[in-house]
């Protein structure tokens, strides 16, 4: 049994019907959860940027603090 034109139209049809619900719904759907997944990694990378600049910070007011106390040594240690 061969298949008419009409049949072949038929099936071309219910294939781009199919199509379209699912490109609808990965574009209600699938698109939405990645968005929600992008912003969530961008507002932790944001988080993660802000305390290496406060960890960045810190360091660098521990490292003044080691080359005073440096300063300090090698200055008594000569005097004395």
């Known amino acids: 049994m061969a298949l008419t034109k009409e049949d072949l139209q038929a099936i071309a049809s219910l294939i781009s019907q199919s199509e379209n619900r699912i490109m609808t719904y990965i574009e ?4 939405k959860e990645i968005q929600q997944i992008a912003d969530g990694h961008k507002m932790l990378y944001e988080k993660v940027d802000r305390e290496f600049k406060e960890i960045h910070e810190e360091l660098d007011e521990l490292k003044g603090t080691q080359a005073a106390q440096e300063f300090v040594i090698t200055r008594r240690l000569k005097q004395g």
């Open 28 to 31: 209600s759907h699938v698109e």
